[in-house]
């Protein structure tokens, strides 16, 4: 079955640090990788995605995300963070085969930025 | 953007209650809508996939008389928690798909008490 690992539970970081945020997947075929960010009260929003082509994926906010197929791995980065990157992370994988399969999520990384 | 509405964001209900939660697609048709439930500390779980218009699928192990869901219309499903119990609360969460991507609702914090 499939699965997604996300290493870290809590991370905390000051300001300008850069941020690595760790995630594994478990599933042999091609996949579909997202990162979700959900702040405080609010809903998950998508960061960025990997569906296919660059394995170096920029998202919204300065965020990116390289796909190590190799590695089975979709770790998400930022080279400095600010205090409103406070939130929860969430890697999350589909399979492909059906335009509206679901997703299967990590545990989520909640990331907290001291000012 | 898309938007997916979900209402209450908070609720508290006595055990053996029923709890209905709301989720609305505000600016699209949404054909197929997730629920998924998070426990502390654990995942996002799907629990059920809606299809707009017919039976809900539900995961293995997730009761369909307990967790009721209705698709009824293309922008709205609901989700029924029926008798309540303390083991029910939990973060309970909507996602309608949209071209390919999903679309969150806020959630819903339920608290049996």
């Known amino acids: 079955a499939q699965s997604v690992s996300q290493h870290n539970h809590h991370v905390i970081l000051s300001e300008a640090a850069s941020l690595e945020l760790g995630c594994n997947y478990s599933y042999g075929g091609t996949v579909n990788l997202f990162w979700y960010v959900q702040y405080p009260g609010q809903h998950l929003q998508l960061l960025l995605k990997y569906f296919s082509g660059d394995p170096l994926v920029k998202g919204i906010k300065g965020f990116e995300a390289e796909f190590i197929k190799s590695k089975f791995s979709f770790n998400l980065r930022k080279p400095s963070v600010q205090w409103s990157d406070t939130a929860e992370y969430f890697c999350a994988l589909k399979t492909p085969g059906g335009s509206q399969g679901n997703l299967i999520f990590g545990k989520g990384t909640k990331l907290s930025v001291k000012p | 953007g898309a938007v997916v509405s979900q209402h209450p964001s908070r609720v508290i209900c006595k055990s053996g209650t029923s709890v209905k939660i709301e989720c609305r697609s505000l600016?699209?048709?949404?054909?197929?809508m997730f629920w998924y439930r998070q426990f502390p500390k654990q995942s996002l779980m799907l629990m059920a996939t809606?299809?707009?218009?017919?039976?809900?699928?539900?995961e293995q192990g997730v009761e369909k008389d307990k967790f009721l869901i209705n698709h009824a219309s293309l922008t709205l499903s609901t989700l029924t928690v029926t008798s309540a119990h303390p083991e029910d609360s939990s973060f309970y969460i909507c996602s309608a798909g949209n071209r390919g991507g999903y679309t969150f609702g806020s959630g819903t914090r339920l608290t049996v008490v």
């Open positions: 600016d699209f048709q949404a054909t197929t």
């Open positions: 809606s299809n707009e218009g017919s039976k809900a699928t539900y």
